[in-house]
């Protein structure tokens, strides 16, 4: 077996293979499917500090090769994770990553704080670009002003890693990624969904409840590896990368564009055992191959 160890700064991953946030709940719900101590991370359900309804249904279309979002980050707040989720995960030997969202830069400084007190949780992704909500969340990502902000008020009271979750809907990341970085981002994460829509024209109205909605699946992989390979050429901290992977190849392009770690999502709702898939057809590639380190492909394109 070759070896499937990488680090995102300090943070050690049994191999490279995470799950992106709204993808698979707290993990708990895929435990029948998958050992999830088998994966290198598990990036649990977007939270904020207080409670959220999320936006109203529908929420969810299918489009070609891929599907629309607009589920407004619907969750219990982050004092129920800690309270009730937390105390489930502790026993379980993977790294829990709390997705990080809120409508000010003191409402993420202030939940990521009580997440910092949580030691079974060694890192935090913060998302500053969920483009289904009215406040917060992408209006921050969109600019190098509105990130650094989030991101600086965040490093002055969270210690642990921190991970920077990238809007593709931008004219420039690269220039983002360069801003979280200066601004104390231990590393990033590309791409959360594009902006989309889907029409009924039957009914001669938008499909999802408030128009428009974040775009997931394969259909946006090659937009996401062109983001990874040219984020990776502009900072020093390492890329996690995702969009659209649903196979072991799809991860192996993603890693050699230069992320060193990689995020499943959409394919979950397909096979909810693909993440364990993954990282078995990523070891017998490397094995095939003669690779002897995973981390021996990571940023050779």
Request: hydrophobic share 40%; net charge negative.
């Amino acid at each position: 077996m070759s070896n499937l160890q990488v680090n995102i700064g300090a943070l050690k991953l049994k191999n490279p293979v995470m799950t992106a946030s709204g993808t698979f709940g707290y993990g708990l719900e895929f435990q029948d499917f998958v050992p999830l101590d088998g994966l290198g991370g598990i990036i649990v359900k977007g939270t904020t500090l207080k409670p959220r309804e999320g936006n109203d249904y529908p929420r969810m279309a299918e489009t070609p090769m891929g599907m629309l979002n607009c589920v407004g980050l619907q969750n219990k707040g982050v004092d129920y994770f800690c309270e009730h989720i937390y105390p489930q995960l502790c026993d379980i030997d993977t790294n829990w990553i709390v997705n990080v969202s809120g409508s000010s830069p003191e409402d993420y400084a202030e939940c990521a704080a009580r997440i910092d007190r949580l030691e079974k949780v060694p890192a935090i992704e913060l998302n500053i670009s969920c483009p289904n909500v009215h406040d917060g969340g992408m209006a921050f990502g969109v600019s190098c002003q509105g990130a650094e902000s989030v991101v600086k008020a965040v490093r002055e009271r969270y210690h642990k890693t921190l991970i920077v979750k990238l809007s593709p809907n931008v004219t420039d990341i690269s220039e983002i990624a360069r801003a979280v970085e200066a601004a104390g981002a231990d590393a990033v994460s590309l791409i959360n969904t594009l902006m989309g829509m889907a029409v009924d024209i039957e009914r001669r109205k938008k499909v999802l409840s408030i128009g428009t909605g974040g775009l997931s699946g394969p259909c946006v992989k090659p937009v996401a590896l062109r983001m990874v390979y040219q984020v990776a050429h502009a900072v020093k901290i390492p890329v996690v990368g995702l969009g659209g992977i649903m196979t072991a190849e799809d991860a192996i392009e993603f890693l050699m564009c230069g992320a060193s770690a990689i995020e499943i999502g959409t394919a979950n709702f397909i096979d909810p055992a693909v993440t364990i898939k993954v990282r078995d057809g990523i070891n017998d590639w490397l094995d095939r191959h003669g690779v002897a380190s995973v981390s021996d492909i990571v940023g050779v394109i």
